[in-house]
Structures are given as structure tokens and as C-alpha cells.
């Protein structure tokens, strides 16, 4: 079975008794009626990030006449599109054309051989328009009780009699800048935004007090499908709320994780991984590898430090010689994880805090949000305390070190 011998809407196979439309961005086919109850596309949220393969009905007039069957070209000037080419379909027979054929022609090439339909008629569904809009072909009110045609490339609605007196749009002088009627009737919205808790809250003209409060309210997008971008399936107000609300580096991990969790780059540096590691990482309560450095770093410091006590016990000599060449290795090695740490710590970072986003998702879904948001700030938000705790470790270390040198004899 053809994919569109289906309706899109309701999934339901066409008859012949059907009137079968078609989106005239993405060209997916659908019942007239139910395009008429549900006002779009189901298409449309995806419509500005790809452009879908043609769907031709089966069956239509004037598929065998065209040049393209396969919709790999435009059937006004004959060309074939290219990656950069906009496209549109005929909301009627599924034609793809330039979007700058059309707006030259104003009309599918096979016009002729539709039915009397060619713009997309019904009710309007649940566009937005003003309180009485008018028909900009005739100028009266457009919700008279009549039939009403909109427009496949602005939008405008005009009278299906205005429509079938002259099939062109009224507005087809404005379809080469961008023209959106609905956009241009539809009402101004209140300038409130909405908290955590759904109360209103005004925008202050769009400034807010904080960084996680801006994010909150207009997170950022994608510019090809519009919608919210993540951190590998964690959302952007989690992952403020996790790095810490009022933290000042709060921004640049924000972008630094969005860069790249999108664009696959895993190499950034950070000089405070270098220089104080592993007190940075304890401070960023990444406990299990900041302990994990701390054992690490504390095991190749070792050989340094018995030489060293050695050294300056026997005054200096032969003793510690065969000890200088494991010295030398180990810091060598200890060198090359402060250079790992120092390129990639922020990806080591990140991957660790979607980890722990998503483990605390899993145990608070059952709890109110404030519940929830509350779990992340005291998880992942960075803490002082920390650090007096991996300074503590660091001493323990250096006294058990002490301890089993002077019960072994080399301290007398």
C-alpha cells in the first residue's frame, strides 16, 4: 500500500468519495474534513526543520503529465531542486514547485485540471485571528456564515466567492518579504510569564534578575525545528537548576554543555582542573572522581616523597637512587592526567552531571516539581565544604604515609 493512500490526520485510507488535500509545505495528504476540524497540518511543528518527501496522491489528474513524478523537481521552470531550494506543494494535486516560482505565478501548473479547490477551505480551526477580520479581497466581515479559502503560502482567508471570482491571493505582493497574515492579526500577548508555581509573574520588559530565570522562560532553540534544546535528554532549566541558580559560572558551563552535547565537540580547556586538582572536582561535587583523583594523584606522589625523606635522612647518597628513575615515571604520568584534566574535564563534567540529572528525574517523577528542582540544587551545586573534606582526605593520606614509614624504619 501507497503512504499516501492514508490520511495523516486520521489515518484513515482514502475512497474515491474522499476530497483529498494536501500541506503545501511538506505535502502530506489529508481529508478535507479533517483538515477542517483540526485547522493544520500535523506536520507543522517540523515543517521549518525538513522539508518531507513529496506525497503525491495516487490517482490525482495530472500525476502522469508531470516532469518530476517523483517530486525531485519543480514543475514551473523545469529544474531540479537542489539542498538550498524552498520548496511548496499545491494543497490540491501535491505539485512541487520553487517557492519563487509560485510567488512569480500565483498558481500550480495543472490548475487547470484541479477541482474548483486550489487554497485550502473549512473553518479556519484554531487559527488566531482578530476579533472581526475582514476579507481583503472584498472588505467585509469574513465570519458571515460563508465558505472561506485560505491562502497556501501567507495564510490570507478570503471568501470562497471572492476566491472563485479571482484566484489570486490579495496579499501577493508580500509573499517575496516573509508575509504572515496570521501573524499580523493575531493580538499581542500580555507581557506576563509563568513560575514554577504557574502563578503570572511580569517580564519587567523582558529583563529578568537572574540567569536561571531567563532560561526558564525563553530557553534556547533550534533554529531549524524550534524546539528546546538539550543536554543529551536533560532540559536547560535542570541543568541551570543543577549547576547552581545564582553561581557565577553557572552561564559559561550552560553554553560550554549545550555546545557540546549538540555539535559532538569533547575538548574544551580548564586551567582550575589543572592547576587544583582534585580540590576543583570537590568542589564541584564530583565526589566519586575526585576521590578516585585523590587516591591517583596521592599513589604517584609516593615515590617523590619516600626519595625525598631518604634523601635528606642519609644526607644524600646511593640510597635513593633506584627510587629516582619510579620518581621520574610516576611524575611524568601524574603530568599527563593533568593534561587529559585539562582538555577534557568539562566533557568529564558534563557527562556526569546528565548522569546524575537523569538518576534524581527517575527517583523524584512521583514528586512535585519544587520537590524535584530543590533535589538538584543541593546535588549539584558547588560547595566550599567539600573541598575542607578533600583537604582532610589529602592529610589522612600523608599521615597514614608517615605512619607506615616510621613503623617500617625509614623515619627513625
Known amino acids: 500500500?501507497?503512504?499516501?493512500?492514508r490520511c495523516v490526520i486520521c489515518g484513515?485510507?482514502?475512497?474515491?468519495e474522499?476530497?483529498?488535500i494536501f500541506c503545501p509545505d511538506c505535502g502530506m495528504p489529508m481529508h478535507k474534513d479533517c483538515f477542517d476540524v483540526r485547522g493544520e497540518c500535523p506536520n507543522s511543528a517540523n515543517h521549518f526543520r525538513y522539508a518531507a518527501q513529496e506525497q503525491q496522491g495516487e490517482g490525482a489528474p495530472v500525476r502522469m503529465k508531470r516532469h518530476f513524478e517523483d517530486g525531485t523537481g519543480c514543475e514551473i521552470c523545469g529544474k531540479p531542486f537542489t539542498e538550498d531550494d524552498e520548496k511548496v506543494y499545491c494543497p490540491d494535486c501535491g505539485t512541487a514547485m520553487h517557492r519563487l516560482c509560485y510567488n512569480m505565478t500565483h498558481k500550480c501548473p495543472y490548475s487547470d485540471e484541479h477541482?474548483?479547490?486550489p487554497y485550502f477551505t473549512g473553518t479556519g480551526g484554531n487559527r488566531t485571528i482578530s476579533a472581526r477580520p475582514v476579507c481583503d479581497r472584498c472588505g467585509k466581515d469574513?465570519?458571515?456564515?460563508?465558505?472561506k479559502a485560505y491562502c497556501p503560502v501567507c495564510g490570507t482567508p478570503v471568501h470562497r466567492s471572492c476566491w472563485e471570482a479571482e484566484p489570486v491571493c490579495p496579499n501577493a505582493d508580500k509573499h517575496g518579504t516573509g508575509y504572515d497574515w496570521e501573524a499580523e492579526h493575531t493580538p499581542p500577548k500580555p507581557k506576563v510569564a509563568v513560575n514554577a508555581q504557574g502563578d503570572d509573574i511580569p517580564l519587567k520588559e523582558m529583563a529578568f534578575d537572574n540567569f536561571s530565570e531567563m532560561i526558564h522562560h525563553h530557553p534556547i532553540r533550534s533554529q531549524d525545528s524550534g524546539e528546546e534544546m538539550t543536554v543529551c535528554g536533560v532540559k536547560q532549566d535542570e541543568l541551570v537548576h543543577f549547576l547552581g541558580e545564582n553561581n557565577i559560572s553557572t552561564p559559561r558551563f550552560f553554553a560550554l554543555f549545550l555546545n557540546m552535547a549538540n555539535s559532538g565537540k569533547v575538548i574544551s580547556l580548564n586551567l582550575s582542573a589543572w592547576f587544583f586538582m582534585p580540590l576543583y572536582h570537590f568542589y564541584r561535587r564530583m565526589t566519586g572522581p575526585a576521590v578516585v583523583l585523590t587516591l591517583m594523584t596521592f599513589v604517584l606522589t609516593v615515590p617523590s616523597l619516600i626519595r625525598q625523606i631518604i634523601f635528606f635522612g642519609?644526607?644524600?647518597?646511593?640510597?635513593?637512587l633506584p627510587l629516582l628513575g619510579v620518581a621520574n615515571v610516576t611524575s611524568y604520568i601524574l603530568i599527563a592526567v593533568?593534561?587529559?584534566?585539562?582538555?577534557f574535564n568539562d566533557y568529564l563534567y558534563m557527562r556526569w552531571s546528565v548522569s546524575k540529572i537523569l538518576a534524581l528525574r527517575e527517583r523524584y517523577k512521583d514528586e512535585p516539581p519544587d520537590v524535584y528542582y530543590a533535589a538538584l540544587e543541593h546535588s549539584g551545586n558547588p560547595r566550599m565544604m567539600y573541598v575542607l573534606g578533600g583537604i582532610s582526605l589529602i592529610f589522612l593520606l600523608v599521615y597514614l604515609l608517615n605512619l607506615f614509614m616510621t613503623v617500617s624504619g625509614f623515619i627513625s
Open 142 to 147: 469574513l465570519d458571515n456564515g460563508e465558505d
Open 12 to 16: 484513515d485510507i482514502f475512497t474515491n
Open 115 to 117: 477541482t474548483p479547490r
Open 338 to 343: 593533568r593534561i587529559l584534566l585539562l582538555l
Open 18 to 20: 474522499d476530497i483529498r
Open 1 to 5: 500500500m501507497d503512504k499516501n493512500d
Open 314 to 320: 642519609t644526607g644524600g647518597g646511593t640510597s635513593e
